[in-house]
């Protein structure tokens, strides 16, 4: 089983968001409301039908996908669509039933989801939860306050009069001791519609409102 622990030094090191950069949704409470190629973690999942990342996706974390959710309160069985995936669950969530090869939610069948690829925090004994999302999110604050007082790397090239080609070039960037690249952007642009893709490595964007 891939546990989050042997994926979590890596990300502490390599990763700003630490734990929750593991993930595509990290957070206390989820609704989906479309389908989502990628992975959740969550202290309580109220709500929602497809999730899981497939295919080539960069999505997936390490060689599968491992989705960890504390508490469900509902599911649509189309829930955990990877083809290599663990799943986990809160050690109290006995609304979740295993029968033969098959899961169950509320007595609803998950599609998806295999027995062998569903554990239950009690099952793999840590002796504590597989994440504290609690303090994951104190993590993040504490970082999320740390980057946010960073000035603009020094070396960027900027160019938006292209709304379809849009780039920022941090190839000259100064990085910071934790070879970290700081971009201040105004946020009507992380919330258009074109697609954000990245080739470097970790850059931080504080974002302000115009």
């Known amino acids: 089983m891939t546990t989050v622990g042997e994926i979590a030094e890596d990300q502490n090191k390599h990763n700003a968001l630490g734990v929750a950069g593991m993930f595509n949704i990290f957070s206390k409470e989820t609704n989906i409301s479309a389908n989502t190629n990628g992975n959740v973690a969550t202290k309580t999942y109220h709500s929602g039908n497809e999730f899981g990342a497939r295919g080539k996706s960069h999505n997936l974390t390490a060689t599968k996908d491992v989705n960890y959710i504390e508490k469900i309160e509902d599911i649509g069985a189309n829930a955990f669509r990877a083809q290599d995936q663990t799943v986990v669950v809160g050690k109290d969530s006995d609304n979740v039933q295993k029968q033969g090869n098959q899961v169950f939610v509320n007595g609803k069948r998950l599609d998806h989801l295999h027995a062998k690829d569903l ?88 974002r302000f409102f115009s």
Request: glycine share 2%; hydrophobic share 30%; with cysteine.
């Open 119 to 206: 554990r239950k925090e009690d099952e793999i004994h840590l002796g504590h939860k597989y994440i504290d999302i609690d303090r994951e999110f104190k993590k993040l604050e504490l970082n999320s306050n740390s980057f946010a007082r960073n000035k603009q790397s020094e070396g960027m090239q900027v160019n938006f009069n292209d709304m379809n080609n849009r780039y920022i070039d941090v190839s000259n960037a100064k990085k910071d001791e934790f070879n970290n690249i700081y971009v201040d952007l105004d946020a009507q642009y992380l919330m258009a519609p074109q697609p954000i893709t990245r080739d470097c490595q970790i850059v931080c964007v504080n």
